[in-house]
Each structure stands twice: as structure tokens, then as C-alpha cells.
């Protein structure tokens, strides 16, 4: 091999590196270039999902704040009823002890009389009526319809001996059994539970 060959082959391999550098360079930068890009789409995915995972998080936690809220308010809604109902028993059972403790009073018999000397105009037209009375109260049953026949005599009021399941006051009855006047303790109790429950509400 001469020395012009040598010198050939020489500038033939400064060639052949010179291109294997420009290469490997093109190869590195595009694979930066690949690789830099690759991550700034996996962190902009990176950066949606942390969003969304906030965004979730902070509506649960909204949503568990409005059950507490709404828990918390049905609570005190619940215990106000429960409450308001204590009291409402509380005055009823009260109620109804004044007026079983009429019973007491001396003139029993005639508030006995006013009640079913009312029955009886209530069931005008439907004669004889019957009044009943409680078990304890029985031994004024006589009295008490003689003294409504006194005062209404189109009442034709009965005494019926068989006692009536209430604390005290009276039931009259029409002549048919289909009407009933019941003007005992528990009824009326009953009748003014509502307005009772109106007034606690409005007090509570």
C-alpha cells in the first residue's frame, strides 16, 4: 500500500467518524428531545389527575359536612319533638288529675249534671237518652238524671247502672245506641291536646 492509498484510507475513516459523531449526536438530542417531551405530557397528565383527585376530595369533604350539618339539625329537630312531646304528657297527665280530683269538690254533682244535662240537649230528638257513669261515681247516677229531667224533661234521661270505662264524668246515649255524647275526663283531655301541643310548640 503506498503512501497515497494510506492517506485515502486515512480521510476515509475521519469521513465515516465524523458522520458516526453527527449521528450519535442527531440520536441523543432527538432521544432528549423524545424524552423531555414524554415527561412534560406525564407530568401535565400527572397535574389533571392531581386536580381531579383534589376536586373529588374537596366534594366529599363538602358532602360530609353537609351530612353532619343535616344529621346535626335533624338531632335538635328530634329532640325539640321529643321534648315538646315530654311536656305535652307531662300537661295532659296534669289535666287529667285536676279533673279526676273534681271528685273532691262538693259541688261534684252538679258539674256532673251540667255535663249531661249538655249531652242531652245535644241529642234532642232522640229520647230516652241513658247516662252512664264511672264505677265510683255510680251511686249518683239516680240524682244526676233526676235533676236533667228537672231542668229538660223532653230528655227522659235513664240511669244505666253498668258502669263506663272512664275516670269520671259522664257518657249519654241515644235512644237507638247509634249516638253518644262522651263528656269523660280522657275525652276531654284528648279533646284539647292539640291546642296544648300549639302552645308548648310556640313556647319551646
Not at 179 to 198: F, G, K, M, V, Y
Amino acid at each position: 500500500m503506498n503512501e497515497t492509498m494510506s492517506e485515502k484510507i486515512s480521510v476515509l475513516q475521519s469521513l465515516i467518524l465524523e458522520s458516526a459523531n453527527a449521528q450519535k449526536y442527531g440520536f441523543a438530542e432527538g432521544a432528549r428531545k423524545e424524552s423531555e417531551a414524554w415527561l412534560a405530557a406525564e407530568m401535565s397528565k400527572l397535574d389533571r389527575e392531581t386536580s381531579m383527585i383534589l376536586t373529588d376530595a374537596k366534594r366529599r369533604a363538602e358532602e360530609i359536612h353537609r351530612r353532619q350539618i343535616l344529621a346535626a339539625e335533624r338531632q335538635k329537630s328530634t329532640e325539640a319533638l321529643r321534648q315538646q312531646n315530654r311536656l305535652l304528657q307531662q300537661a295532659l297527665k296534669q289535666f287529667l288529675d285536676g279533673l279526676v280530683k273534681l271528685r273532691e269538690r262538693p259541688d261534684y254533682v252538679d258539674i256532673l249534671t251540667a255535663l249531661a244535662l249538655n249531652a242531652a240537649r245535644n241529642l234532642e230528638g232522640f229520647a230516652p237518652v241513658k247516662l252512664r257513669l264511672a264505677a265510683i261515681d255510680g251511686h249518683l247516677g239516680d240524682a244526676i238524671a233526676s235533676a236533667v229531667n228537672a231542668k229538660f224533661p223532653g230528655a227522659r234521661m235513664e240511669f244505666f247502672r253498668e258502669p263506663a270505662p272512664i275516670l269520671g264524668g259522664c257518657w249519654v246515649t241515644s235512644s237507638d245506641g247509634r249516638r253518644q255524647i262522651n263528656s269523660d275526663w280522657q275525652s276531654r283531655t284528648q279533646e284539647i291536646s292539640d291546642t296544648l301541643a300549639d302552645r308548648l310548640l310556640a313556647m319551646l
